[in-house]
């Protein structure tokens, strides 16, 4: 689950005492060790900017960093990536037939412009429009798709690795409250981004409070991870949500100050100061808007057309939107219940529905997984200027 430019801009007040190794690690140093990483779910993935693949796994409670091989740079792509019924393309190479495939999450390498799936044979399962794939399988492929459409798998007996395990996830006994034999620990991990101080991971703990932000040092492993309980102020629930885990964020600067920029389930947009996020602490966000009930959002962005930032959201059942950073200073938080269907920052639909997982590919364009009318999915491109 990427991001966009604004990494790079937070400040050293977010795991200020971890200096070393956060600007990237190097496979070649003994931070990293050699062999098949025991990864049990790619929940979610994310590449640093030095092309690290950085592997969330909610059923082993850790995150993983990859240094894979040949990921050649490449310039800014000319021709759109455009795959039709990717899922149809998989399923020939897996010797499962399409309606078994199911696609968890979608990263594009930073510097070689490679398109990697988190792919799974669990889609059968899906019985319910509020599941998520990681309540109803374990991702275990990884896939690289070149700009080209090469299709081909990352074998990973063999990779440099690191791993750093998450304290007191939230264990697997648990079960959700209304996703009927769907454990929580398919929360353990919803989100993560790279910055310059460290890994942010979002999801869910054994905390009173179970909703939670982890910050570990980079190079993985160095240091200890500390964690934050979260809590938030739902105005379309009309209370306030302890137990609700972040479904995606941004790390974005809000005038002169870091923020996490963060959406939960029916789409409340949130943000919390990075300053605030201290280790042992519960902090409350400041909801700025709710973007509508029964969605999840799935993915953040931020996009620039021309010299203008723009953040894009793709959702599991609204279309893809658009919104103006600037509206986040200028709008007061929501603190009493919403009747209405949105309400504070708003926000442009730029596409039609069926937009899933969202990444920014090189400066100009948006790689994204489509879901036809006709249910096929496509991985393809959108031109960042489509999004005037």
Known sequence: MPRGRTLACLLPLLLAPVADGAAGADPSTDAFQRGRPAIRSMSVLEFAPDGTLLVGDSKAGAVWALALAGEEPRGEVEKPLRIRDIEGKLAARMGASPDEVLIHDLAVHPLSKNHFLAVSRGRQAWSSLYEMPNDVADATLLVRISPDGQIDDVPLDDVPFQRADLPNPVEPEKSHRWK??????????????????????????????????????????????????????????????????????????????????????????????????????????????????????????????????????????????????ADLGRHPAITSEVTAYTAGVPYTARAAAGIQQIDNYGDTLVALLQRAPNGRLDLTAMPVDRLR
Do not use: K, Q
């Open 180 to 325: 009927t034999g769907v454990s929580l620990r398919a929360d353990a991990i919803t989100d993560l981004a790279w910055t310059e101080e460290g890994i942010l991971v979002t999801g869910l703990s054994n905390e009173e409070f179970a909703a939670s932000l982890w910050r570990l040092p980079y190079p993985l492993g160095r240091g200890t991870a500390r964690a934050t309980t979260l809590e938030i102020f739902h105005g379309a629930h009309g209370e306030y949500e302890t137990h609700a885990p972040i479904r995606t964020f941004l790390p974005y600067t809000i005038g002169d100050r870091p923020h996490l920029l963060a959406s939960y389930l029916c789409t409340p947009l949130v943000t919390f100061p990075l300053a605030d996020l201290a280790d042992g602490a519960h902090v409350r966000g400041t909801t700025l808007a709710e973007f509508g009930f029964g969605n999840a959002p799935i993915d953040m962005i931020e996009v620039r057309i021309g010299e203008t930032p723009r953040i894009l959201m793709s959702n599991s059942m609204l279309p893809l939107m658009t919104f103006d950073p």
